[in-house]
């Protein structure tokens, strides 16, 4: 038998612990041919979905219904650096006025050991940034290349707004930046009067903490 | 001699004095390029005679002379064939005969009802919205989250078989030209097509076809 979940096939065995993952764990059972296990089966954990499934599309749709909160939960990671950005900007609410608003950007880094993520002790220390989408309030993690960043940054430490940045990558030359102006993935970067086409590089942590002007 | 540099004077001169009867120039394009051409002269006695002087003045002029058809398009591949070069005394210039093939591919889509069995209808009538693929592989897309069972995987595999060896074999009328190898491909949209009193689909197929045009 398989268990076809988002229209991709899966073992029977996996496929139930998916659509428990998916359903819940207190939720009916979707297909009375599994009912009467049903509140036997364990939802699949995250180590499971990156372990079992070689499959991408596999892998896609479990961590689409693990959630980033179970991921979270799941895998103990370590809080290395957090930061929160204070900014005011203009909104235009519902009736169509603008207002001017105040908030707070918090940006958290955090450290995974291989063995935590994958089982793997012989891994290296994995590193995630997390923050919130500010007009959703929605929670995202960027996986990012602390040693680069530590490379970058001439062997310092590695903050949460350094690793932010450096999800973003541009070919203005640093210092050819007027404002950086963010809607989600999408990164707008003014240039100056001092603006230089280079070589493709990431952002500074400087540069995301005095240049980010607008975020929606 | 610099290849820019050689006049239609000084052509037709060496022409004469190489005793050039007629040249031929075979050329293949396509893709939106050209492909290298190669002028081969020819003495009264179909002897092939060397002359670098008016290799480098045709392969300027005679794109100048010429119309060629690089780039492809729809159904259009390219053209290849032969231009024939003469002198015309009269005018102290050369005449250019071209004589093409023009090479197509035409993709044509056919209609055909396919019969299922009772245990593929049941299957595609729950748990198929449409199937698609080409002359090696079928592709399911199901209605939604669903468990298939060890004989529907059964019958799906079979099924696999049967719809493959139908759409290599199925006859596409009004073709015209030769069927491209592994060109086949197919689509069924099972929710809309799938007759009940009948238990059929619909299948469409489609196939290219090659043909050439000389002129």
Same mark, same amino acid.
């Given at each position: 038998?398989?268990? &076809?979940?988002?229209?991709?096939?899966?073992?029977?065995?996996?496929?139930?612990?998916?659509?428990?993952? #998916?359903?819940?764990?207190?939720?009916?059972?979707?297909?009375?041919?599994?009912?009467?296990?049903?509140?036997?089966?364990?939802?699949?954990?995250?180590?499971?979905?990156?372990?079992?499934?070689?499959?991408?599309?596999?892998?896609?749709?479990?961590?689409?219904?693990?959630?980033?909160?179970?991921?979270?939960?799941?895998?103990?990671?370590?809080?290395?650096?957090?930061?929160?950005?204070?900014?005011?900007?203009?909104?235009?609410?519902?009736?169509?006025?603008?207002?001017?608003?105040?908030?707070?950007?918090?940006?958290?880094?955090?450290?995974?050991?291989?063995?935590?993520?994958?089982?793997?002790?012989?891994?290296?220390?994995?590193?995630?940034?997390?923050?919130?989408?500010?007009?959703?309030?929605?929670?995202?993690?960027?996986?990012?290349?602390?040693?680069? &960043?530590?490379?970058?940054?001439?062997?310092?430490?590695?903050?949460? &707004?350094?690793?932010?940045?450096?999800?973003?990558?541009?070919?203005?030359?640093?210092?050819? &930046?007027?404002?950086?102006?963010?809607?989600?993935?999408?990164?707008?970067?003014?240039?100056? #009067?001092?603006?230089?086409?280079?070589?493709?590089?990431?952002?500074?942590?400087?540069?995301?903490?005095?240049?980010?002007?607008?975020?929606? | 001699?610099?290849?820019?540099?050689?006049?239609?004077?000084?052509?037709?001169?060496?022409?004469?004095?190489?005793?050039?009867?007629?040249?031929?120039?075979?050329?293949?394009?396509?893709?939106?390029?050209?492909?290298?051409?190669?002028?081969?002269?020819?003495?009264?006695?179909?002897?092939?005679?060397?002359?670098?002087?008016?290799?480098?003045?045709?392969?300027?002029?005679?794109?100048?002379?010429?119309?060629? %058809?690089?780039?492809?398009?729809?159904? %259009?591949?390219?053209?290849?064939?032969?231009?024939?070069?003469?002198?015309?005394?009269?005018?102290?210039?050369?005449?250019?005969?071209?004589?093409?093939?023009?090479?197509?591919?035409?993709?044509?889509?056919?209609?055909?009802? %396919?019969?299922?069995?009772?245990?593929?209808?049941?299957?595609?009538?729950?748990?198929?919205?449409?199937?698609?693929?080409?002359?090696?592989?079928?592709?399911?897309?199901?209605?939604?989250?669903?468990?298939?069972?060890?004989?529907?995987?059964?019958?799906?595999?079979?099924?696999?078989?049967?719809?493959?060896?139908?759409?290599?074999?199925?006859?596409?009328?009004?073709?015209?030209?030769?069927?491209?190898?592994?060109?086949?491909?197919?689509?069924?949209?099972?929710?809309?097509?799938?007759?009940?009193?009948?238990?059929?689909?619909?299948?469409?197929?489609?196939?290219?076809? %090659?043909?050439?045009?000389?002129?």
């Amino acid at each position: 038998m398989k268990i &076809i979940v988002n229209n991709v096939e899966f073992p029977f065995n996996e496929g139930c612990k998916l659509l428990k993952l #998916k359903h819940g764990s207190s939720s009916v059972c979707p297909f009375k041919e599994i009912e009467e296990f049903w509140n036997d089966i364990e939802p699949l954990t995250f180590r499971e979905i990156i372990t079992i499934f070689k499959n991408v599309e596999q892998r896609r749709i479990g961590l689409l219904y693990l959630g980033l909160e179970n991921l979270s939960k799941e895998i103990k990671s370590t809080l290395v650096s957090s930061e929160t950005i204070s900014k005011k900007t203009t909104w235009t609410n519902k009736e169509g006025i603008v207002k001017s608003v105040h908030f707070d950007d918090k940006y958290e880094l955090y450290s995974v050991s291989g063995e935590e993520l994958l089982g793997d002790p012989s891994l290296t220390t994995f590193h995630y940034v997390k923050f919130k989408d500010t007009s959703t309030v929605r929670e995202y993690l960027l996986w990012i290349d602390y040693y680069h &960043i530590y490379r970058l940054k001439n062997y310092q430490d590695v903050t949460a &707004i350094d690793a932010i940045a450096w999800t973003i990558q541009t070919n203005l030359r640093e210092g050819g &930046i007027e404002k950086i102006i963010r809607q989600g993935d999408c990164i707008l970067l003014m240039k100056n #009067k001092n603006s230089h086409i280079g070589a493709v590089r990431h952002l500074t942590g400087n540069e995301y903490r005095s240049l980010l002007v607008l975020e929606s | 001699m610099n290849p820019e540099k050689v006049g239609l004077e000084v052509a037709v001169q060496c022409w004469k004095d190489v005793k050039i009867n007629h040249c031929i120039m075979d050329f293949s394009c396509g893709g939106d390029e050209m492909q290298d051409v190669d002028f081969v002269f020819y003495g009264e006695n179909e002897n092939v005679l060397p002359s670098d002087t008016l290799n480098d003045f045709f392969k300027h002029e005679v794109f100048e002379k010429v119309d060629f %058809y690089v780039n492809s398009g729809d159904e %259009y591949i390219g053209e290849f064939g032969t231009v024939r070069i003469e002198l015309n005394e009269e005018q102290a210039d050369f005449d250019y005969t071209k004589s093409t093939t023009s090479e197509h591919s035409e993709r044509i889509t056919e209609s055909f009802i %396919y019969q299922l069995t009772d245990e593929e209808f049941n299957i595609f009538r729950d748990k198929i919205e449409d199937i698609n693929g080409e002359g090696r592989s079928v592709n399911f897309n199901y209605k939604s989250d669903c468990i298939i069972s060890d004989d529907e995987i059964s019958i799906l595999e079979k099924f696999e078989g049967k719809i493959i060896h139908f759409i290599n074999n199925a006859i596409i009328k009004n073709e015209h030209g030769d069927p491209e190898e592994e060109s086949e491909n197919f689509e069924c949209d099972v929710e809309d097509t799938l007759n009940t009193a009948e238990k059929t689909i619909e299948i469409l197929v489609s196939r290219s076809f %090659y043909y050439t045009v000389s002129e």
